[in-house]
T-cell receptor, first 114, second 112 residues
Framework: AQSVTQLDSQVPVFEEAPVELRCNYS??????LFWYVQYPNQGLQLLLK??????LVKGINGFEAEFNKSQTSFHLRKPSVHISDTAEYFC????????????FGAGTRLTVKP | KAGVTQTPRYLIKTRGQQVTLSCSPI?????VSWYQQTPGQGLQFLFE???????NKGNFPGRFSGRQFSNSRSEMNVSTLELGDSALYLC???????????FGPGTRLLVL
């Protein structure tokens, strides 16, 4: 079965600085990869997804992620963060066709300081 | 287009009671999945419904059940509530299976 490890539980960063949130996965088959963001007292919002094709995926709010099959990673990056990016970020993986069983990482709390 | 809606948003129950949570998917979406989110266990998959049939189930006891109606709305039920069932329950809908899932705001359940 697939699993996800988010390597940092908390990432503090100053406004306008770049940020990288790390995600590694394990699976014995091809996977689909996702990043979701959760703001306080809200559900999850999809930032971006990798299904196939180009390994560099661009998402909403200026975020992008790169799929690296050899390192089984899917790190999320943003070149310049804003205060409003403060939230919990979740990496998720699902495998196989006709499988909606998505496995989530433990989450990374991004805190952007002024 | 309206997003995924979940009712109620907050719920307080006592141990031993049962609870039913409701999820209305985005119009046209036929697949509904449920997740439990707790500080200790994180986000865990409960089950998925498509065309009124449960297609997939996570590792939860039989006290957790669900169903889907012909209009794709879904309910989940938890019987004989335990303190550990306190969590945020999230519903997600997608056009079809293996399509991108869109999440609702969740129902926060507190078991006393």
């Amino acid at each position: 079965a697939q699993s996800v490890t988010q390597l940092d539980s908390q990432v503090p960063v100053f406004e306008e600085a770049p940020v990288e949130l790390r995600c590694n996965y394990s699976s014995s088959v091809s996977v689909y990869l996702f990043w979701y963001v959760q703001y306080p007292n809200q559900g999850l919002q999809l930032l971006l997804k990798y299904l196939s094709g180009s390994t560099l995926v661009k998402g909403i709010n200026g975020f992008e992620a790169e799929f690296n099959k050899s390192q089984t990673s899917f790190h999320l990056r943003k070149p310049s963060v804003h205060i409003s990016d403060t939230a919990e970020y979740f990496c998720a993986v699902s495998e196989g066709y006709n499988n909606n069983d998505m496995r989530f990482g433990a989450g990374t709390r991004l805190t952007v300081k002024p | 287009k309206a997003g995924v809606t979940q009712t109620p948003r907050y719920l307080i129950k006592t141990r031993g009671q049962q609870v039913t949570l409701s999820c209305s998917p985005i119009s046209g979406h036929r697949s509904v999945s449920w997740y439990q989110q707790t500080p200790g266990q994180g986000l865990q998959f409960l089950f998925e419904y498509f065309s009124e049939t449960q297609r997939n189930k996570g590792n939860f006891p039989g006290r957790f059940s669900g169903r889907q109606f012909s209009n794709s709305r879904s309910e989940m039920n938890v019987s004989t509530l335990e303190l550990g069932d306190s969590a945020l329950y999230l519903c997600a809908s997608s056009l079809a299976r293996q399509e991108t899932q869109y999440f609702g705001p969740g129902t926060r359940l507190l078991v006393l």
